[in-house]
């Protein structure tokens, strides 16, 4: 029972920790439940942890200490302030997470008759989960924890078959694997709704003001929706015109939208119908000068609804709609928003936001900034926010607030890894939602400067936001995915999951030669990061007086050289805050590169300027140049033998030198596009190589031979790394200015071919291999500025990556997981689950459980009927989609299946008809008993349509079309 975890050190390690606390609680404070009285903080989890080291050798000690901890967990006061001060003390204190973990294991068994306990196993779940604790792998099953959040948190592998989960929220929470087989989950919530797919790419999304109608931009058609079924309503659509931008007008029966032309420089801002899909009116702009320059990239109508002001390049356009005449032009901009007071008018553009006056037409302030992309008032008009980025300043990824009286900047928001596309309030006012290039959503609140949440999933950059008018939804369009995606606010910032470390993206990761557990993870900033990857813990950050690194390495020795973007070399002291020795170098170009040879006697440097430096270690000189490649070197490294070294370049090339004199032995070109990553293999006998072409290749390092190609990715590959022994490839995706495939890759290197691959919401820089003596593990960094550790198991040639930890974790992942026969699930639930991966098939599991006549699987797919005294429902209407994709994928069993529901709708001709159809699909499709089925249904038939139906089909005519033709 009190067995250890796979998330905790066993008690013997860690018997030597110091406590500099008061005393433990004694054996009257239990007894006496003084300690319920205690605040609980950060000392108090000391100090139940220094008892649990003093009980801990007594199983009956243990046992009273569970239940006295048990009664303090269901008497807190459960806030967000409560939660998390615990959770910070929980993350040094294992020997409690120990117990919190039994109290949950047993919530099901050994302790299932305490009072409330499946609360009190919600809450030390919860507990657990805020503290990073996570639960890959782990039996829960047939635990109680109703109410827990775990949203973020890892669960790879868990088993839940049978548990409770009723009300718990897994907002982005880690799903892969997990099996929730007959468990209960009434109430569950994922953090969001299944997204809406398009056919090109989401532009613009809006929802009417009075929360009704919800409207998408896909380019050249706008997609109307009913906001509360999301059912589509209409398509608004005009030939060779492709839509910008949209708005409601103020009484929600119109629909404004901005458009250009093809071929010409007219654009034109239409003025639809909601009611009949018409175009009632059109405003027309015609440009003399280059289109991309006039066209309309922004739309913004008055509060009262009596201006409309349109936005290019050239000008900003003040429309009077009452007569629908440009009223005033004014400086030109690409984004524009009025005050919800109705007084002013902001337009911005590059690095300024103008403030305009809208009765006397005056500029009454002028805001500095940067690359402004969208700017939006707060709803008291008191506030206004801005979005910044630009492709060619990769620092300058912010959203930044104003106070519009003064032209103040209050604050500025940092975090966001590419450009800011859009800025949006809540309608409370106090939250911002800002989307971005890096395909994040992050939630900000206006009185502090850290993110409250961050929505991951869309695979590409965000480019438009809108809040619900209530505030409980929000709606995001994804660029180049192709997806709507709308997420559930009422979760909030109680699951909330910060940043472990930096936030930028992690583009390093290297291995301590002697201490195995320690890895340094390296950024694109003045940080690193020193991890213990076995318990998932930062250890320290590195920074102070280096200046920006281009490069961090650990040479064989386990001293950490850094390589300054000031064009420096440091071997950096024991604090890794100064350094003790300086080698510096005058290139013509920057460092692009750093390796060590396995003696540590040599540092080998690639350069911007196409050459390779050889630097002594020991006395700081300088003993060669290398010239040959004719591109930037991107990647270097030294042969295990120490006699070799090679280089990779955006020449498409990988090249072999001597170290000894510097020659060049060999040109290895097959790659048809730059290379970016370069390994040799543990023996040495082989090179791998990667980069822009996508492929990997493998080569005979003696004789220069491409051995394999390795063809899998769909972008840039941009780190590879042999495991220990030299079997396993493991590579990962990334492309500037994109996502990459997202992908994560193992190769079987003998084979030549792809055993393992898991795409994730972020790009993969660098990875790195970590063996333990019993077990193999992957560390792999990401664009995210997460950090994540995986198993790495091996089954009877069956490969597959277990997610242990995640520095950061906020896109919910559900491949693979299942899902049958679970209670309680709403249809909702039920869709996003499948577009998300979940196996088990939902959908046919459902619909097998409405044909058997499951009332809450009928109220979960929306089915609709009236029931007989023999308890057969009938007419009931399932979606023609799903009859399509039965057909489509050959299923005769699930065809088989409602047509026989379908039959036992006695005297229904249309329902006869249906089944008919249906049988016969499923007797094409080989079910063995659809043909008997069709010859009963005429003997059971009391309608002349349906029998007239049957005597055609006998005859040869064709009077039916089969199931796919009705509505």
Known sequence: MYSNTTFLPTLAEE?????????????????????????????????????L???????????????????????????????????????????????????????????????????????????????????????????????????YGIFDGTQFQEANLQDVKLQGAWLNNTNFTKAMMEGVTFGELPYLSFTKNCTDCRYSQDGQWLAVVAEDNIFLYDATTYAKIRIFKIRNEEFEDIIFSVDGKQLLSSSSIAGSQKYNIRFWEIETGVCKKTLQIFEQEDPSKGSIRDIA?????????????????????????????????????????????AAGRWNNIWLWNIQNGFCQKVLESSNIN??????????????????????????????????TLIKTFYGHLSIVNIVVFHPNGQLLASGSQDGAIRLWDITTDIPLRTLDGHVEGVLSLAFHPKGRLLISGGGYDKTCRIWDMQQGVISTRAYIGNTKAIGLLTLHPRNRNLILAGSGDTASQLWDVRRGMLLRTLEGTLGEHLGISYNHEGQLWALTKDKNIVLLTDDYNSYR?????????????????????????????????????????????????????????????????????????????????????????????????????????????????????LWDVESGDCLKVLRGHEKDVFTIAFDPEGWLLASGSYERGGGGDRSIKLWDTTAGKLVYSITLNTATLCLCWHRTDNELFLVTGHIDSSLRYWRVKVLSNNISLQLLWSSYQAALYLENAYFEKVQGLLKQNW???????????????????????????QRNLGLSGQSREDDVLVDIKIPIEWFIKAIEEKDPEILFNVANFYKNGKGVSKNYRKAFGLYEEAAKQGHSGAKVAIESIPKCCDNEEMLEMWYAAEEGRDLWKGPIVWR
């Open 831 to 857: 869709e996003l689950l499948e577009q998300r991966g979940a196996k088990g098939s939902p959908r046919e599991l459902l619909f097998k459980l409405a044909i058997q006549g499951d009332l809450i699987a």
């Open 581 to 697: 020795k300086k080698l510096t170098v005058t290139p013509t170009q920057e460092f692009r590169s750093i390796a060590f040879s396995v003696t540590d006697e040599y540092m080998a440097l690639g350069t911007q300027d196409n050459t390779i430096e050889i630097w002594e270690c020991e006395n700081n000189t300088r003993k060669r140049i290398l010239n040959g490649h004719t591109a930037t070197i991107d990647c270097i490294v030294f042969h295990p033998n120490n006699q070799l070294l090679a280089s990779g370049s955006w020449d498409n090339s990988v090249r072999l030198w001597t170290i000894k004199d510097g020659l060049c032995l060999k040109i290895l070109t097959a790659h048809t596009s730059g290379i970016e990553c370069i390994i040799f293999s543990p023996n040495g006998q082989f090179l791998a190589s990667a980069g822009h072409d996508t492929n990997v290749r």
């Open 15 to 51: 018997a030597d920790i110091d406590i500099d606390f008061s005393e433990p609680f004694s054996e009257h404070d239990l007894a006496s439940q003084n300690i319920i009285s205690t605040t609980i903080n950060k000392n108090t989890i000391h100090k139940i942890a220094k008892t």
């Open 374 to 407: 969208c700017i939006n008032f707060s709803p008291n008009s008191q506030l206004l926010a801005s979005a910044s980025g630009d492709e060619d300043e990769d620092d300058d990824y912010i959203v930044q607030l104003w106070e519009v009286k003064t032209g």
């Open 53 to 151: 080291k003093t009980f801990i050798p007594t199983s009956e000690k243990m046992d009273e200490l569970i239940q006295r901890i048990i009664i303090i967990i269901a008497q807190l006061q459960f806030e967000l302030s409560t939660a998390s001060t615990i959770a910070q003390g929980l993350r040094e204190e294992d020997e409690l997470c120990w117990c919190l973990l039994i109290i949950i294991k047993s919530s099901g068994t050994s302790y299932r008759n305490i009072p409330n306990i499946e609360i009190t196993a919600g809450r030390a779940m919860t507990l657990l989960n805020k503290a990073k604790k996570p639960f890959s792998g782990m039996d829960l099953s047939g635990i109680r924890v109703i109410g827990a959040n775990l949203s």
């Open 301 to 345: 109508l008055s509060p009262n609804g009596k201006l409309l002001a349109s936005a290019s390049f050239d000008h900003v356009r003040l429309w009077d709609l009452k007569n629908d005449t440009c009223q005033k032009i004014l400086k030109g901009a690409h984004t524009v928003d009025f005050s919800p007071d109705g007084k002013l008018l």
